[in-house]
């Protein structure tokens, strides 16, 4: 799944994948950044590997000025 948004200058900025009940389940750091935007791929796993289930998930930058909602499918 990638994951856009807007960006600050700052490309190591990561985003953290949570799940419903809010526990972390996995931490992103840009695939691609460029001036505006960074991009993040995820591929549906934790961090310790393990692919989740489907569902919604959110996310957040760890400035926390970019938050959104994902929906993993299958």
Known sequence: LKI???AS???DN???IYD???SNIATLFPAEHSTGQAVYEWNGKSASGV???PG???YKSLSGKV???VVKVM
């Open 4 to 6: 856009k948004v807007e």
């Open 9 to 11: 200058s700052d490309p």
């Open 14 to 16: 990561c985003l953290s």
């Open 20 to 22: 419903a009940a809010g």
């Open 51 to 53: 692919t989740v289930n």
């Open 56 to 58: 919604f998930y959110y």
């Open 67 to 69: 938050s959104g909602k």
